[in-house]
């Protein structure tokens, strides 16, 4: 699950995908950049990484104790 403080811009359409206020984030965009599961105040990282994790957890049912991993990507934005 991403979290996008802008948008791809997906070279066939030449221009961004969606546009987000300066103080908005989409919370679970697609790799591909599509549009998240829903726009939200910009918020701690310890909020969007609970938000996110704990998202994850719940679809796919998984127990305490359980083990996962963990993949960190920059969906390609330039630092």
């Not at 979290?3 to 300066?22: E, I, M, Q």
């Not at 310890?46 to 127990?63: F, P, S, W």
């Amino acid at each position: 699950m991403g979290v996008a403080l802008t948008s791809c811009t997906v070279p066939a359409a030449g221009k961004p995908t969606f546009r987000l206020a300066d103080n908005e984030m989409e919370m679970g965009v697609g790799i591909h950049g599509e549009p998240g599961r829903r726009r939200v105040a910009l918020a701690t990282a310890d909020g969007i990484a609970a938000e996110i994790v704990g998202a994850v957890l719940r679809d796919l049912a998984a127990q305490r104790g359980s083990r996962c991993l963990l993949l960190v990507n920059g969906l390609a934005a330039p630092r």
